[in-house]
């Protein structure tokens, strides 16, 4: 009887185990893998994460272009704006204190949280609170991200729910005509 009970036991910890969703997280050298629908063509795109004390910057490396994109931590604190910057302009390309790459400032994150919606590069962003059923999976583990839609066309986001580093890992239907979508997280 002991044997049974403490294999029921074992398999409730291990659904519940397994039931959880995925959170990546960004440390030093963890490698971000997308695919990017970009103007209609699908491109590969790798960020290497480089932290240094309250910063952040991605070694961006995509079909030749190889660039760093450089975070303030005002941005990451506080940023109101999304850089959709490819690297092909500068070896190293120093963002303004107002601008992110791949993900939303803690601040943003946190307006998110606590109203429910959030306002980049001057669009307010809603979240859908109806069962998504386009979530995105990484290595058969659902990542546990919000999914926000514009106010003012049809760009759809879903941001990793991670208060340090929001991470973007989905955007379908932008205006922009680029579409990334996080397919391998790499610690």
Not at 35 to 49: D, E, F, I, N, Y
Not at 80 to 95: D, H, I, K, R
Not at 105 to 130: C, E, G, I, M
């Amino acid at each position: 009887m002991k044997n049974i009970f403490l294999m029921i036991l074992f398999c409730i910890v291990y659904q519940k185990g397994i039931a959880q969703n995925y959170i990546p997280t960004i440390k030093n050298n963890t490698e971000l893998n997308y695919v990017c629908k970009l103007h209609g063509q699908t491109r590969t795109l790798s960020l290497k994460a480089q932290t240094n004390g309250n910063g952040l910057a991605f070694k961006l490396e995509t079909r030749g272009v190889k660039s760093t994109i450089v975070m303030l931590p005002e941005a990451i604190k506080n940023g109101t704006e999304l850089s959709f910057n490819q690297g092909e302009y500068a070896p190293v390309l120093n963002l303004k204190p107002t601008e992110t790459f791949f993900m939303i400032s803690r601040s943003a994150y946190q307006d998110l949280l606590k109203n429910n919606s959030f306002v980049y590069n001057n669009t307010t962003y809603v979240l859908d609170k109806t069962e998504d059923k386009n979530g995105i999976s990484i290595d058969g583990k659902l990542v546990d991200a919000l999914h926000v839609i514009a106010q003012i066309d049809e760009t759809e986001m879903w941001i990793v729910k991670n208060p340090e580093f929001p991470l973007i890992c989905k955007i379908i239907k932008n205006p922009l005509g680029i579409n990334p979508i996080l397919v391998k997280v790499v610690d």
